[in-house]
C-alpha cells in the first residue's frame, strides 16, 4: 500500500506578520481631531452632556470645524471668530457650527457660511461696508473686527432685532474693553427697509456691500442698481439668491467702470428671504 505523504508547501511569497499597536488615547485625538468637525451628534455627545469641556475647548471646536469647511480662510478670520465671542449673540449651544432660530422666522447663520462670505468680500482695514440684515449683530461684529478701524453700517428691518443688536453689540464692546482696554470697533445699526432708494444708506459710498437674507428674482435687478449707485469703483457685492424651500447660491458682483458684473457664484445655500417694508404687516399676520 503507497502512504500519501505529506508535503509542507512553502509559501515564499508569505508576508511577515506585523505587531498590532494599539494607540494611546492621547495619540487617538491628536489624529482625529484634525481631520473632521465635529457633526451637531457628536457635538450633543461630547460637549453639551460632558461638563468637562472647557467653553475655550468649545469655541475651539467650532473654528476647527470652520477651518475643515474652509481651506482657504484668511488668517484674519480666523482671529475674529476667537475675538468675537457667539455667545453674545446666541443663548443656547453658541459654538455648535449649525444656524439657529431666533425671532420672526429668522436665523442666525452657521459659522461656516459667515466665515465663507468674509472669505468671499476679501475684507481689508479702514474699509467702509454695508450690510443688509443686522440680524443679532454677530455678522457686522465680524467685519467691524476685520476692517478696524474702518466702519459696518447695519439695516434691520425688524425694530425689536435692531434694538437687540445694539444691545447685543452694546455687551461685546464692554467685554472687550475689559479685555484690550480699545477693541476700536465701529458699528452702526439702522432701523428700516434697505431697498427704499430713499433710505438714507443710499446717500453713502461703500466698498462693500452684503446681503444676509436671499434675494428672489424679482428683486435682482433692482439691489444692483442700488449696489452700482451705493459702491466704490471696483467695490463688492455679494448677496444669496433663492426661493422659499429652495437651495440657492451665493453671487459675488464687482462694479468695474459703473457697470456691475458677476466674477463668482457658489451653489448649495440656503438663507431666509429678504423682506421689504410693505411687506412687513402682511408678514406679522402670517405669523
Given at each position: 500500500m503507497h502512504k500519501k505523504i505529506k508535503v509542507k508547501r512553502k509559501h515564499l511569497s508569505r508576508r511577515p506578520k506585523l505587531k498590532k499597536r494599539h494607540l494611546s488615547k492621547k495619540e487617538r485625538k491628536n489624529i482625529f481631531s484634525d481631520i473632521k468637525p465635529l457633526t451637531s451628534r457628536q457635538y450633543f455627545r461630547q460637549i453639551k452632556f460632558n461638563?468637562?469641556?472647557?467653553?475655550?475647548?468649545?469655541?475651539?471646536?467650532?473654528?476647527?470645524?470652520?477651518?475643515?469647511?474652509?481651506?482657504?480662510?484668511?488668517?484674519?478670520?480666523?482671529?475674529?471668530?476667537?475675538?468675537?465671542?457667539?455667545?453674545?449673540?446666541?443663548?443656547?449651544?453658541?459654538?455648535?457650527?449649525?444656524?439657529?432660530?431666533?425671532?420672526?422666522?429668522?436665523?442666525?447663520?452657521?459659522?461656516?457660511?459667515?466665515a465663507r462670505m468674509l472669505n468671499l468680500l476679501r475684507l481689508e482695514p479702514e474699509q467702509n461696508v454695508l450690510e443688509i440684515g443686522t440680524n443679532t449683530g454677530y455678522h457686522s461684529s465680524l467685519v467691524a473686527y476685520i476692517i478696524s478701524?474702518?466702519?459696518?453700517?447695519?439695516?434691520?428691518?425688524?425694530?425689536?432685532?435692531?434694538?437687540?443688536?445694539?444691545?447685543?453689540?452694546?455687551?461685546?464692546?464692554?467685554?472687550?474693553?475689559?479685555?484690550?482696554?480699545?477693541?476700536?470697533?465701529?458699528?452702526?445699526?439702522?432701523?428700516?427697509?434697505?431697498?427704499?432708494?430713499?433710505?438714507?444708506?443710499?446717500?453713502?459710498?461703500?466698498?462693500?456691500?452684503?446681503?444676509?437674507a436671499h434675494i428672489n428674482p424679482e428683486n435682482f435687478n433692482h439691489i444692483k442698481k442700488l449696489a452700482k449707485r451705493a459702491l466704490i469703483e471696483e467695490g463688492l457685492l455679494l448677496f444669496p439668491t433663492g426661493e422659499s424651500n429652495v437651495a440657492g447660491r451665493l453671487e459675488l458682483w464687482q462694479k468695474y467702470k459703473g457697470r456691475m458684473?458677476?466674477?463668482?457664484?457658489?451653489?448649495?445655500?440656503?438663507?431666509?428671504?429678504?423682506?421689504?417694508?410693505?411687506?412687513?404687516?402682511?408678514?406679522?399676520?402670517?405669523r
Open positions: 461638563p468637562k469641556i472647557s467653553k475655550n475647548q468649545e469655541l475651539e471646536f467650532m473654528i476647527k470645524s470652520i477651518e475643515f469647511n474652509n481651506p482657504t480662510l484668511n488668517p484674519r478670520i480666523v482671529d475674529a471668530f476667537r475675538i468675537i465671542d457667539r455667545a453674545f449673540f446666541v443663548s443656547r449651544h453658541p459654538y455648535e457650527d449649525m444656524p439657529q432660530h431666533i425671532a420672526h422666522g429668522q436665523t442666525i447663520s452657521q459659522p461656516t457660511t459667515i478701524p474702518g466702519n459696518v453700517t447695519s439695516v434691520e428691518i425688524f425694530p425689536d432685532l435692531a434694538d437687540k443688536a445694539r444691545i447685543n453689540i452694546k455687551n461685546l464692546l464692554a467685554d472687550l474693553r475689559k479685555k484690550y482696554n480699545d477693541p476700536r470697533l465701529h458699528i452702526q445699526v439702522f432701523t428700516g427697509d434697505a431697498l427704499n432708494k430713499r433710505n438714507e444708506i443710499w446717500s453713502k459710498k461703500y466698498d462693500r456691500i452684503y446681503y444676509t458684473m458677476r466674477i463668482k457664484k457658489e451653489e448649495g445655500y440656503s438663507f431666509v428671504p429678504l423682506i421689504k417694508q410693505k411687506d412687513i404687516e402682511h408678514y406679522f399676520l402670517k
